[in-house]
Each structure stands twice: as C-alpha cells, then as structure tokens.
C-alpha cells in the first residue's frame, strides 16, 4: 500500500522541523500536563492539521506564521487512528510556521507512552518513576506529534519536576531553573534531526556514575538509588561498544553524550533512545562475581545491541515500519560482532548460532512469514518484533557477512551509513551499497531470503548439492514457505584446503572438494542440511574435527530431522553419541531439549528405556566434570555441567543429583551458572517449605539476576495448588513486566501445565485488562509444549483461534502449529521405544 493510500499514514501537507516540549508530570496523582510548540514548513495552503495523539486531552491549537495568528475550533479525534484535527476559520498559507498546542495526560500502567514505574529502596521505602517507551508508536501518548519515523526534526524537551527528582533526556542537560516551590525546570539541548518513536525523558529518585570520556562522548550509567555497586560491568561494556562501533562504522557516535539508564518497569530488554538507552534492570545492572555466564553475557549483548542502533535506526532510519526488521536484525548481528570482540572466549558466534536455530524452528512452520512483509497499521507492527526479526533476520545477515568476507561487507555498512545519514530508507537501499562494495548479486541474493518464508534444505549426495524448501510437515492449507533461494553454501574439506564460496541456484551444483566434506562449513548458514549415504559415513569418523559451532549446527539439523519425522530416535542418539568428550555447552543443550520433548510424552516402559538412554549420555559426562570447576575448564564448561544436572535431576530422577541440589540450597549455594539448575532440581522435587522459601528469598534478593532466578523457578513446581498460588501474586503482586510470561511458564510446566491453561483461559478477560497487550502473547508460550493429548489440544486451538491477539496472533498460530507437528512427532516416537 502507498504512503498516501494507507489510511495510518498522515498527509505531507505539513511537514514538522523541530519541536520543544514543556512537559510537567505529577508522580503522586500519575498524570502530566504539557505545552509543544513546532516549527513546521507547510507544503500546501490547508486549512486543516492532522496529527497523532493517543490518551491526550488536547486543548484548541495556535498557529503563528508571517506575523499572522491562526486558533482553531476544539480538536476532532480518531481513536482508530489515534489522530487529532485542528481547523481553522482560515485557510493557512504555504511557508514556515509554528505550531502550539497545549495538552494533558495520564501517567499509565501499561509500560508505553508515557508512564510510571515503581520501586522499593533497600530501607523499604517505595518510590514512583515516570519514563517513556515511544517504539513503535506511542510518542503521541505523551505530546501530539507527527509520529511516523519518516518526520524527522530536532527535540529540545524541558521538564518541570520536583527539585529532589532527576530528569533525564536524549540531550545534555542546559539549566535547571529553581522556580522557589519546590519544584525546578530542566532544560536540555535539541537534539539531532530524528525519528519521533527514538525521544525519551526520565524522572525519578535516581544517581548516575561519574561520566567516562569515550574519546570526547561522556558515558553515565543510571539506576535507581542503592544500585550503583551493580554498574560496574555495564559501564565497561559501554564503553567498549561506542569505540568499537565508531571504529567499525567509521563515523563519529552521533549523539552529545550517552546515559544508560536502568528502569524498575520496562516491558523489553532496552530501548535505544538516542542518548538515553533505557534498560530493564537485569539487562544491565549486574554483580559478576555472582551471575552466570549467561547473564553476564545478555547484559553485555543487549548493551551492544542499543549502541549498535546509535547508528543503525537513529542516525539512518527506516522510512516506515516493514523495515523495521533490518534496524533490528542489523543490531542484533552487530551485537553478536561486538561481544564477541569485547569477551572472545565466550564464543558468542556459537551462541549466536543457537539462537539461529530458534528461529528455524518457527521458519520450518508453515505459519511462518517473511522477515519483511507489508505493514499498514501500528497493530501490523507489533508483530514485527519477534524471533523471525531478531534472530533470523540477524542471521541472514551474518550469512550474508561471512558469503561477501568481513571487509567488504564492513565497507558496504560504511558505505550505507554515511550515504543516507540524518535520513530515512528502504530496506534496497542497503542491498544497493554492499552490491556497490562486492560487485556480488545482492539485492537479487538477499530478497530470495527476506521477501519469502521459510528456508532450504540443503543436501549434499553424490557429489552434488541440491536445495529443497524445509518443512515440519505438509501444510493442510495455505504454505508461507518460499519454493527457492540464492543459497551461498561455504564448504571445506577436512583433508585441508580453504573454504569455498558457493552460490547454489535451482540446478545441482557439483563439489569437487576432497572428502570428506563439510557443508554450512563454520555454521553461519541459514538453512538445514542433510548428507547422503557415501557423504554421511565418509564424515562420521571426523566429527571431533569439526569446529565447534559446525558440531552444534550437525546436531540441530539432526533434531530437526527428528522432528520433522526424516530420520529416527535412534539415528539421533547416534549424532549425540558422536559428540564424544568435547566440552561443548549447546550441541548438548540441543540434546537435552530432545530429552525433554520426550520425557513429556513417553510412559511406562517406554519411559524407563528414555532414562536409560539419558543415563547412558549424560551421566559419563558429568562424572567427568562433577559438580565444581575444575583448573584449568574453560569458561562454557558451567553452562554444559548446568544442563547435564539439570536432565539428570529432572528426566532420570538421579536421587545423588537431587540430593546435593538439595544440599547446595538449603546452605545457600547458589551463586553462578548452576543456580538456576539447583532450583530447578529442587522446586521438581516439591519438597514441603521450599515454595515459601523460593518467595522470601525472591523478596530479599540483592540482584535483578538472583530476583529472576526465584521468581522464574517457582513455575518449575509439579503442583497445582502452588500454581494457584502463583497465577494469584501475577494478577496481584509481581510486576506486570514479568508475570505474562511466569504465567506463560507455568503453562509449559510437564505435570501441571494443562490445568494451568484451563485456569487462565477462564480468566483471559482478566488477564486482557491485567496486562498490556504487547505481553498477552507470553501467556502463550507453552502452547507448543500440549503434545500429549489430541483433545486438550483441540481445545487449546479452538480457544485461541476464538481469543486473538491482533498484531502478535501469527505468533499464536506459530505456537499451535508447533503443537500439531509435536502431536505428530510423539506419536512416532511412541511407535520406536
């Protein structure tokens, strides 16, 4: 649909130049009153403004130009376009003018726009924030506006708040003016030219770091007050990013000053207000001598992320939301880049690979989408923000990085940047300046890939590689998945020699490497892959030669197939059984998550052969590891000792693993990576007293980590009636931002999941007016896991075709289809034990 055709859309009639907002919020009363005054170049005589606001009470509008004053009638709403008109008794001639407009609003729950957030000190004194969240649509909840990410203009924000109150905003920081009553005004530089969603402003009991020269850019980090000893790590991490980004994009950090500001209330991981990054709390406050490597590697990974869109969606823009997918993939592909340099023994590209094949999991699904497809409406947006975005999307990328090799590539991102600085694009537009700085077909390459879903099956027999597309299943209606790509296959033999570039088309392409031969040589390939007999067999004795990512990525595709019903049980364990002594966290992980799918359906007999086989895996390997660290492991080593206790605790019920992860908890040892594995032993086991114990210690827990540790872990109990007692603390007592998706893991818990769900589906209603509707999709995640009953099954699709979720309803469709192919693939496995 045409920008003038989409009825979303606002007339370039008036076109907005800078804005500057007085905005003066009342943190005990949770409401704001605010005045904005914009500059604006009107295009065309009109005697009509129409711009965006949402939950605003808007009073008549001014309009100043050429000496003339112009006042409109009371403002018309739109509430299904969250708009507001103004006219005026006289027609309004072409030229500058500014705009002013005054307004009032409401402080709300619902984590976007402008809203409040709450926490409690150390000494139990409860304190009140208010803080925005604009991305993707919500600035008009906090000032009417041209809200679209095409209308760029400067922002310079002013805030009256009480004296003893920080603010914050995108700029530094000019005055602070003492009105005598207690109360002062901020006042804060204009901004850049940027997008509308990218404005934020703070105001709260907060303290801050002394800010760090970032050659010539201070860096703060904020938090509320008591927090500042868990700083440490994010402002080093910072800092790292902005050299490592300016150096990468070679282009100066475009903003005056970066403040990384942690928010008690936030509904995603951070948000990259140009300026002002806001972060949930455990996203970057953080103790490291006692998180695991997993949370010290998502602070450092979402911190990289926000910075990398500094420059990639604040100084260059999507023109509108379908390509929002490419600021994020972009970041996310970046970040992974970034960390990796910041810690390279925490072999993030492994990592990354993982959660590449996440995504494929959704992608193999005949509900999957295309990572770009057309958005009309701010609802159409929501869905944008999902696996299919992130992960994936990042994950062509990165394909796409390692086919062109990191140089050109890095020239085509240099190239792009500073062409379309301070400006809006379209998703070619990138393609164009890597196909300028390759001379490779990418534009052709890359829409095969982003315009279609799903993706190939790549196999390798005979010599001769072939693509097919990849499916869980036939489609019993219309198929989302694409027919053909421009595949670029990296290949190597094991018997030495380079990496090959490959780009396979329609037609069999011939390999004339020595075998044997590796195909998604290094992993980066977004596609499965599948080797012929002679091919197979020629590799199976090298296993232990593959890189480490190249073993992970065997082992997912081998799931896979397993899934998807291509290969057997037993032709599974045997690829598991290849993976030898390595001390490789995520092959195994890929294991275990196999065991666990079969846990839930398997019974009997047929169980006790399961266990069997997870003792035969699982326990050599942790003998060798045992508990505690050993001189010398490497620094992955935990996470694999975490996920062999936890299927030996939980799937073998090995009673010397339960009863030492009874042990550690009750002293109290619970620092590090197998903290949240000792919880989940424990809470299985339900012993009397451990529930109430696992809240106080939630209660008094001293990180955002070991809060998240405690709070997540209490849906691990095999009980109903404490699940009860759960789903009444999430509609009552725990944080809106995490209690969807507590709710959500209660609903995958094995035993008790089921009656979990009947539960909250009597009480969506509720839940639709408890919780924002951006989180009611994680109420639904433990759909894909309600395999083991056809019935219930019906009755899950049934309700959720009947109670859609607008803008997030394909993820719920990803889920149930998800639940079918698991129906199909239990009652194979059934047929094989």
């Known amino acids: 649909m045409t920008t003038t055709a989409n009825p979303y859309r606002l007339a370039r009639d008036v076109i907005p130049s800078a804005y500057r907002i007085y905005l003066t919020p009342d943190l005990e009363s949770a409401t704001f009153a605010g005045r904005v005054e914009i500059d604006v170049n009107v295009v065309r005589s009109t005697s009509q403004l129409t711009l965006h606001a949402n939950d605003l009470v808007v009073a008549p509008a001014t309009l100043s130009a050429q000496s003339v004053t112009y006042r409109s009638g009371e403002p018309t709403y739109n509430e299904q376009y969250n708009t507001v008109t103004f006219d005026f008794d006289e027609t309004i001639a072409e030229g500058e003018a500014t705009l002013e407009i005054a307004f009032t609003g409401v402080l709300n729950d619902l984590l976007v726009g402008f809203y409040r957030s709450t926490f409690v000190d150390a000494e139990g004194q409860s304190h009140v924030i208010a803080t925005t969240q604009f991305e993707h649509s919500d600035a008009r909840r906090a000032f009417p506006c041209w809200d679209e990410p095409s209308f760029k203009a400067t922002w310079q924000v002013n805030l009256t708040v009480p004296s003893h109150l920080a603010a914050y905003s995108n700029s530094p920081e000019t005055s602070s003016t003492d009105l005598g009553n207690g109360w002062c005004t901020v006042t804060f530089a204009p901004t850049m030219i940027m997008s509308s969603y990218l404005v934020a402003f703070v105001v709260g009991p907060f303290e801050e770091t002394a800010p760090v020269d970032v050659d010539g850019v201070a860096m703060r980090v904020i938090y509320p007050r008591g927090k500042g000893h868990l700083t ?44 002002l990054v806001t972060y949930r709390e455990s996203a970057l406050l953080i103790d490291p001598e006692t998180s695991s490597l997993l949370e010290r590697q998502r602070v450092a990974e979402v911190i990289c992320h926000e910075t990398a869109h500094m420059w990639f969606g604040d100084l260059v823009t999507m023109e509108w939301w379908e390509g929002i997918w490419l600021n994020e993939a972009f970041a996310t592909f970046m970040a992974a880049l970034c960390s990796d340099a910041y810690k390279p023994e925490w072999k993030m590209w492994v990592d990354f690979g993982i959660d590449r094949d996440a995504a494929l999991q959704v992608d193999g699904l005949h509900s999957t989408r295309p990572i770009e497809y057309e958005v009309i409406s701010p609802d159409d947006t929501r869905g944008m923000f999902d696996i299919l975005t992130y992960q994936k999307g990042g994950s062509v990328l990165r394909m796409l990085q390692q086919y062109l090799g990191d140089t050109v590539f890095r020239d085509g991102i240099r190239r792009y940047l500073k062409k379309h600085a301070y400006a809006n694009t379209v998703t070619t537009d990138l393609w164009d300046s890597l196909e300028e700085a390759s001379g490779q077909p990418v534009r052709e390459m890359m829409n095969t890939w982003i315009l279609q879903g799903g993706h190939p099956l790549v196999t390798f027999a005979e010599g001769q590689l072939t693509q097919q597309p990849f499916a869980y299943g036939t489609a019993t209606g219309e198929s989302s998945i694409g027919s053909q790509w421009l595949v670029p296959v990296l290949t190597r033999s094991l018997a030495g020699g380079p990496v090959e570039r490959h780009l396979l088309e329609s037609e ?24 012929g007999h002679d091919e197979l067999n020629s590799l199976s004795s090298h296993i232990g030669e593959l890189e480490e990512l190249e073993r992970a990525t065997l082992v997912a595709d081998s799931w896979a197939g397993l899934f998807a019903g291509q290969i057997t049980w037993s032709a599974f364990l045997t690829t598991a059984r290849g993976l030898g002594q390595q001390n490789e966290p995520n092959p195994w992980g890929t294991v275990a998550s196999a065991v666990a799918l079969a846990h839930r359906v398997l019974e009997g007999a047929h169980h006790d052969t399961l266990v069997a086989q997870v003792r035969e895996l699982f326990a050599p390997q942790f003998a060798r590891l045992g508990w505690d660290a050993q001189p010398g492991e490497g620094e992955l080593t935990p996470q694999l000792r975490a996920t062999l206790i936890s299927t030996l605790g939980v799937v073998a019920n090995d009673p010397s693993i339960q009863a030492e992860a009874v042990r550690r908890f009750e002293s109290d040892e619970l620092d590090g990576d197998l903290a949240r594995t000792i919880l989940r032993v424990v809470a299985h086991q339900n012993r009397p007293g451990d529930y109430a114990t696992f809240l106080d210690r939630y209660k008094k827990a001293t990180t955002p980590q070991e809060e998240l540790r405690y709070l997540y872990a209490v849906s691990d109990f095999p009980d109903l009636d404490i699940a009860r007692d759960v789903i009444s603390r999430c509609f009552g ?51 894909p896991t309600f395999i083991k009953d056809r019935a219930f099954a019906d009755d899950v699709e049934a309700f959720h075709r009947s109670h859609p979720l607008g803008g997030d309803q394909r993820t719920v469709e990803q889920f149930l289809e998800r639940m079918r192919v698991g129906l199909t693939f239990a009652d194979a496995l059934r047929q094989q034990f």
Not at 510 to 520: E, K, Q
Not at 744 to 752: F, K, Y
Request: hydrophobic letters at 45%; aromatic letters at 12%.
């Open 733 to 783: 007592e725990f944080r809106v931002q995490d209690a969807p998706l507590i709710l959500g893991m209660l609903t995958a818990n094995s035993v008790i999941g089921p009656d979990v769900w009947r539960t909250l589906s009597q009480r969506w209603d509720e839940a639709n007016a408890s919780f924002p509707p951006s989180l009611m999709v994680r109420l639904t995640v433990g759909i």
């Open 508 to 531: 069999p392409l011939a390999i004339t490497t020595a075998s044997p031969v590796v195909i998604n040589a290094g992993g980066s390939g977004v596609y499965r892959t599948r080797y």
């Open 232 to 275: 440490a790590m994010a402002a080093e991490a910072g800092a790292f990013a902005l050299r490592f980004f300016s150096e990468y994009f070679d282009i100066p950090y475009p903003g005056d000053k970066l403040d990384q500001v942690a928010i008690p209330d936030f509904s995603f991981g951070a948000m990259e207000n140009l300026g």
